[in-house]
């Protein structure tokens, strides 16, 4: 079906590709003069109808990229070709013949067309070699080949593998540097095997690394410039202009330009440095919420619904799931562009405050402002800082004793005495506790709002979080519609059957959980120790895997309604009973 290009059965590639084009042209509608390219005639005051128009016009223009993927045919792959062969002719064509915009920068226009250049390469490469391998009988043309693919039957069995056991007697904290390892393999995706995405995040991870491009070269081309031509413009007027705030930094009015341009020098190193920093951290946590998805996906294909729901859910399709499943990759690329903005602005800001009341009054020995504030009041920092060493030494050997290798409290009365004693001075570390704890947690989740795997608000109230209840539920959709072991399920059934003694053979080992790869004609029988083992397989699956309980056919006859996640109602039990 010409619609059916998000279905796991299609090229991940092409659909990956054509989302990637769709994101950039976004990025340039948004400050665009003329959204169309017929509308530059047209008076401006309707240039946001335009706008409005333009953001359903770009996704029809370019839905046949998508349509032409699905035909699995020839005349598909041709259509394809001829089509992302056009697009990207028009679109280099454009940026060599006008290569400079008056927009922002000269050459904003040609940067932020790389990435959709590159993302239509891709198209006019692979709809090609799709051709090439169909012409050959090498490539897929029936989406239900799928179902056979090695993937699931590999997944099964890798999950019923046996797993080595542990040692138990290595009891011992593992080594710093070993945790330090793990900690950063941990922000590390490697690739497993036995394990594949689904289409839905792969699109996502490739339209949020194309908006961490996007957003970065719109912070830098907008402001960098203007600052470096504001620093070029800086003339010995600049120290009368200062000198009407009261500020005089030197008697010189030439060294006065020196020192004000050696000032903007810092603010634009200040700039460059936060969006490198911002883009850094957000891909950093890219990685991290990688690794997560897997960990996640996992979790709930062997029935682990705890690891992302604060309490038992049900793994089934719903209205809000739908809708959630819909929006998951548009609300990444929104949370991502809104992150990067406010990390530049904090990080900016941050830098600014260390740069200009630290290091440089350091370097040069002038306007220690914040070190005189410091210096006034050191007996009051000296007071709080011998106060909690106090506490710390007092709790540590004399409130503190050791007995037969375990610890408990000494020295009772004395404890009760220091604690009403510095009663006072606790309230003051208190309020600059309570500080630090709104920078930690503004620094959290400023950091962490470009992530929808996890939630920024406290487990118990996880579901108010907006974010985090879209990803929730587009895991639901996703565990229910693409369960590997309901896949591989799916698959033996649909092989194609053989005599019928062979074919019975088969759905019974199907059942039984025996194994999924096809077996030869002639198979004796099995003993009943072999039976027992894999009566006994088929339990582990079915607990692990709780929505396979309707696939049996002991349960084919029951109603829809009579399962709850895959588990039979109790109130149909005590109703067949009766």
Known sequence: ?????????????????????????????????????????????????????????????????????????????????????????????????????????????????????????????????????????????S?????????????????????????????????????????????????????????????????????????????????????????????????????????????????????????MWCVEVCYASSVTLSCLVTLVMLMRSMVLHRSNLKGLYRGDNYSVYNCQRSIRPSRSAIVCWMS?????????????????????????????LIVIPILYGQNLLLFNILGNMWPFWLMLFLAVVLQ??????????????????????????????????????????????MVITALFNIIHLCRLDISLLNREVESFDPGYRCYAHYLKIEVSQSHPVMKAFCGVLLQSPGPEGSTGQKMQDAEEGIQLVQQDKKQSKLSNSRRARARWLLLFTLVNNPSLVASRKHFQCQSSESFLNGTLNRTTKEASKE
């Not at 169309?36 to 309707?46: C, G, I, R, S, W």
């Not at 548009?330 to 900016?348: E, K, M, N």
């Open 143 to 263: 989406g239900s080949e799928d179902l056979y693919s090695s993937y699931y039957k590999d997944y099964v069995q890798e999950i019923l593998k046996k797993k080595p056991s542990k040692p138990s007697s290595t009891t011992a904290k593992p080594k710093l540097s070993a945790r330090i390892s793990e900690a950063l393999r941990s922000y590390v995706y490697t690739p497993e095997e036995v394990f594949r995405f689904p289409l839905k995040l792969a699109i996502s991870a490739v339209v949020s690394f194309i908006a961490v491009y996007q957003v970065a070269l719109l912070l830098l081309t907008f402001v960098i410039p203007t600052l470096q031509k504001v620093r070029v413009g800086v003339n010995e007027d600049i120290a009368f202009l200062l000198a009407g705030f009261n500020i005089h930094l030197s008697e010189d009015r030439a060294e006065v330009v020196k020192i004000v341009s050696y000032y």
């Open 328 to 356: 998951f990759t548009s609300y990444q690329a929104a949370l991502i562009c809104l992150g990067l903005i406010i990390q530049t602005l904090v990080f900016f800001i941050c830098l600014m405050f260390f740069v200009f």
């Open 1 to 141: 079906s010409p619609v059916n290009f998000l279905d796991h059965t299609q090229h991940k590639g092409l659909a990956v590709a054509v989302f990637g084009v769709l994101f950039c042209k976004l990025c340039v509608l948004v400050l665009a003069q003329n959204p169309l390219p017929f509308t530059k005639d047209f008076a401006q005051e309707y240039r946001e109808y335009w706008k409005i128009l333009s953001i359903f016009y770009y996704p029809v223009l370019y839905y046949p990229l998508l349509a032409c993927g699905t035909l699995h045919s020839q005349v598909g792959y041709v259509l394809g070709s001829l089509l992302s062969w056009t697009h990207f002719a028009v679109l280099v064509w454009q940026k060599v013949d006008c290569p400079k915009t008056p927009e922002i920068y000269k050459y904003y226009s040609l940067l932020t067309s790389l990435p959709q250049i590159g993302c239509l390469a891709f198209l006019s490469f692979q709809y090609p070699l799709l051709l090439f391998k169909n012409s050959s009988g090498t490539s897929q043309t």
């Open 392 to 437: 710390h030494v007092a709790s540590q050997f004399a409130f503190l004793k050791k007995d037969a290798g375990t610890r408990d409290l000494d020295n009772r009365n004395g404890l009760f005495l220091l604690t009403y004693m510095l009663f006072p001075i606790n309230v003051l570390l208190g309020v600059l506790m309570g500080v630090w704890r």
